[in-house]
């Protein structure tokens, strides 16, 4: 209470919501006299004083609770209520500048609060104004759709219709869309692809290093694969090269659908979903991170149950991935392996692997190990990324991202071919 003369009531929401509801009922209004002591002004609507007699304006003065009895000013006997008109005019006119809280009857308040809180206090305003600070310092300040119109004309480059329809609605990022302006004049490939694949885009704005994962992840996948095939088959290798091409084929689409589904992407505006039953689950999919441990962005808060379901989530999509591809894959090695046993049988033929169980130990594989694996890698990534030294020096990011998807690469073929064993595929 020792700031009560300049702080008093701004201190705490509950001491903001009982000085309101007093000024409320009794008009009442805090300010404070030429000698800085609180003073109190209470007006009737009958124009007489609140608990007093007479009929012109009187003041309560109200002195400061950690003012010792000793300093305290003794009030005449006569008067708990002193009737100054002059000196009541005077400390009037200072209530509008004075830093009590003051009933404008208004919704919001006089210091340029948010109307939940007064503007110098409140944990609620000073975390979101925190938090707004950080993503106008990570991602830029919100350019409206004017400025977005005057950077695109300048460059000669048109936006696509959901992020033109952002611009107009609720604006843009500045970082965001110079990455897309920079990514669409990279080159004609590219610059066409951040044209005509939004889901090429938002993952390219969200993570500018996720071709550098894919390829990664697909040349690592590849080489593997083709030393794996190249010491199995021996001298056989060129010979059932088709079996090799096949399964290399649809390694390669795994590999892009592993990254790509796990990837954080931005989000321009709100999906449309359809009602009903189906159309809930498909915003609550929609509401749901990219994967467990992605980053919170702009427009992008995710609770704890959101990241759990996740996993689950994108548990089954794997799943599904390895169900479909191993379909293909292993019905086109099967098909293979047939039209050869038909021009020429051999005592060393292997068995024709079952499709069906084959492909569903490659969902299986896919939603538990691959899932649980790339989650963890993209977390890893993140951290490394987020450090000071990788922000300082960004190889040392992608020199990371090579030697963890290098290693996950090695431990997942070698728990494949023990799942494989034990359920018998191979």
């Given at each position: 209470m020792?700031?009560?003369?300049?702080t008093?009531g701004l201190?705490s929401?509950?001491?903001?919501?009982?000085?309101?509801?007093?000024?409320?009922?009794?008009?009442?209004?805090?300010?404070?006299?030429?000698v800085?002591?609180?003073t109190?002004?209470?007006?009737s609507?009958?124009?007489?004083?609140y608990g007093?007699?007479g009929g012109g304006?009187?003041?309560?003065?109200v002195?400061?609770?950690?003012q010792?009895?000793?300093q305290?000013?003794?009030?005449p006997?006569?008067?708990?209520?002193?009737?100054?008109?002059a000196?009541?005019?005077?400390?009037?006119g200072?209530?509008?500048?004075?830093?009590?809280?003051?009933?404008?009857?208004?919704?919001?308040?006089?210091?340029?609060?948010n109307?939940?809180?007064?503007?110098?206090g409140?944990?609620g305003?000073d975390g979101?104004?925190?938090?707004?600070?950080?993503?106008?310092e990570?991602?830029?300040?919100i350019l409206k759709?004017?400025?977005?119109?005057?950077e695109?004309?300048a460059?000669?480059v048109?936006?696509p219709p959901d992020?033109?329809?952002?611009?107009?609605?609720i604006?843009i990022?500045?970082?965001?869309?110079?990455r897309y302006l920079?990514?669409?004049?990279?080159?004609?490939?590219?610059?066409?692809?951040?044209k005509?694949?939004?889901?090429?885009?938002?993952r390219?704005?969200?993570?500018?290093s996720?071709l550098?994962?894919?390829?990664?992840?697909?040349?690592?996948?590849?080489g593997?694969?083709?030393?794996?095939e190249v010491?199995?088959?021996?001298?056989d290798?060129?010979a059932e090269?088709?079996?090799?091409?096949?399964d290399?084929?649809?390694g390669?689409?795994?590999?892009?659908?592993?990254v790509?589904?796990?990837a954080?992407?931005?989000?321009?505006?709100?999906p449309?979903?359809?009602?009903?039953?189906l159309?809930?689950l498909q915003?609550?999919?929609?509401?749901?991170p990219?994967s467990?441990?992605?980053?919170?962005r702009?427009?992008?808060?995710?609770?704890?149950?959101?990241?759990?379901?996740?996993y689950?989530?994108k548990?089954?999509l794997?799943?599904?991935?390895?169900?479909?591809?191993?379909?293909i894959?292993?019905?086109?090695?099967?098909?293979?392996m047939t039209?050869?046993?038909?021009?020429?049988k051999?005592?060393?033929?292997?068995?024709?692997p079952?499709?069906?169980?084959?492909?569903a130990?490659w969902g299986?594989?896919?939603a538990?190990?691959?899932?649980t694996?790339y989650?963890?890698?993209?977390g890893?990534?993140r951290?490394?990324?987020?450090s000071p030294?990788a922000?300082?020096?960004?190889p040392?990011?992608m020199?990371?991202?090579?030697?963890?998807r290098?290693a996950?690469?090695?431990?997942g073929?070698?728990?494949?071919?023990d799942w494989a064993r034990w359920s018998g595929?191979q």
């Amino acid at each position: 209470m020792a700031g009560f003369a300049s702080t008093f009531g701004l201190k705490s929401q509950n001491e903001v919501v009982l000085g309101r509801l007093f000024a409320i009922h009794h008009n009442a209004t805090i300010g404070f006299d030429t000698v800085k002591r609180p003073t109190l002004h209470f007006l009737s609507t009958s124009g007489g004083c609140y608990g007093g007699g007479g009929g012109g304006q009187h003041r309560l003065v109200v002195r400061s609770m950690s003012q010792s009895h000793s300093q305290a000013e003794p009030l005449p006997s006569s008067a708990a209520l002193v009737s100054d008109k002059a000196d009541d005019d005077a400390v009037a006119g200072k209530e509008s500048g004075s830093e009590g809280i003051t009933d404008s009857g208004g919704g919001s308040d006089g210091d340029g609060g948010n109307g939940k809180y007064p503007g110098g206090g409140g944990g609620g305003g000073d975390g979101e104004g925190e938090e707004q600070d950080y993503e106008e310092e990570e991602f830029g300040p919100i350019l409206k759709f004017e400025e977005v119109k005057k950077e695109t004309e300048a460059r000669g480059v048109s936006l696509p219709p959901d992020m033109l329809e952002a611009a107009k609605s609720i604006g843009i990022r500045k970082v965001l869309l110079l990455r897309y302006l920079e990514l669409q004049g990279a080159g004609w490939l590219l610059g066409f692809a951040m044209k005509s694949c939004a889901m090429l885009r938002n993952r390219m704005l969200a993570d500018p290093s996720f071709l550098f994962k894919i390829g990664t992840e697909i040349i690592i996948d590849s080489g593997c694969a083709t030393f794996a095939e190249v010491q199995k088959r021996g001298k056989d290798f060129w010979a059932e090269f088709e079996l090799y091409a096949a399964d290399l084929l649809v390694g390669i689409v795994v590999d892009v659908a592993l990254v790509g589904m796990l990837a954080p992407y931005v989000r321009f505006g709100q999906p449309s979903v359809s009602k009903g039953f189906l159309g809930r689950l498909q915003h609550a999919c929609a509401a749901l991170p990219s994967s467990v441990f992605e980053a919170e962005r702009p427009g992008c808060r995710f609770s704890i149950s959101q990241r759990i379901g996740t996993y689950f989530y994108k548990g089954v999509l794997y799943g599904s991935v390895g169900f479909a591809c191993g379909i293909i894959g292993q019905g086109i090695a099967n098909l293979i392996m047939t039209a050869k046993r038909r021009v020429k049988k051999s005592e060393e033929d292997i068995p024709v692997p079952p499709l069906f169980k084959s492909a569903a130990l490659w969902g299986v594989f896919l939603a538990v190990s691959s899932n649980t694996r790339y989650q963890i890698i993209n977390g890893l990534e993140r951290l490394v990324e987020g450090s000071p030294m990788a922000k300082q020096v960004p190889p040392v990011a992608m020199a990371f991202t090579v030697g963890v998807r290098f290693a996950n690469n090695i431990y997942g073929g070698m728990q494949f071919v023990d799942w494989a064993r034990w359920s018998g595929v191979q």
